[in-house]
């Protein structure tokens, strides 16, 4: 059965076309300097939680991390294990998995941790990545920020690629939000067509997402027995988060038992 909530079929095959615009290498330089801080130079293991087409893993490795991803989507694991074999791409859903190893850093990022929607779901996926710490070690988790979500949501978003072997895709999204569960419910509808309109192929699915305000997430963090330490407007983190800060960058470590 194929796993709710995650991208399938077009919306999977497309992804990095979708997401072409984003600069995977910049932010992944970003957080890699922010677990540096915390670890020092020598890094060590990584682990990508919700890594999806595995772009920022591979870059974490690049800069000298051994990497582990995971996600939930069997298409994307897909795409990413075709892209890169230095990194160990694996199937699982984060709030269950259980890899039998502790990382020096784990991340999560681009609103991954909100696909978990509910407190108790949340709190599981970040007790699952306290349980795969090591006690020196650091969680960096980007999320989707509740006032913006709330204040700036566009309804319909319109994406239009030409990819490079000719074919033409549209994806229109649609967002409704919840704000007494602070869960926003986007439909997708993708399109794909020869450039002369013949052959067209359609792909619908709805995705469901929490935004956190800072509070929620600090919250939720010690929760799970972890203690953030810092957020930031991610990846800007010489700024301050304000009311227009779309995503933010949250930093914890493991809580001290008798602190
Ligand atoms: C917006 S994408 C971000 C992917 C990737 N981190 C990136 O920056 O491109 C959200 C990701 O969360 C994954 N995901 C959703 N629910 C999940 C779950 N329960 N366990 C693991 N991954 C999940 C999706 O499959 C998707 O890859």
Redesign the pocket.
Known sequence: MRPP???HGLHAQYYDEF?SEKPYTDEARVVDAQLVAKVGQRRGELLD?????G??AIEFAALGWTVTG????PE?IALARARDTVVEFQE????EFALGKRFRAITC????IG??QTNETIVAVLTRMAKHLTPDGVVAIEFLHAATALLHNHPVKVRRRNTDDGERILRISETSIDARRSVMAIDYEVWKSHPDGTEQETWSERQLRRFFTVEEMRALMTSAGLTSYAFFPAFSIAESITASTWRVLGLASMARRNA
Request: charged share 10%; proline share 0%; glycine share 4%.
């Open positions: 909530n995650t991208y997401y939680v919700a890594c999806g087409t772009l920022h995971i996600d939930i989507s994307l699982h859903d984060m709030a990022l681009f609103d991954s696909y978990a």
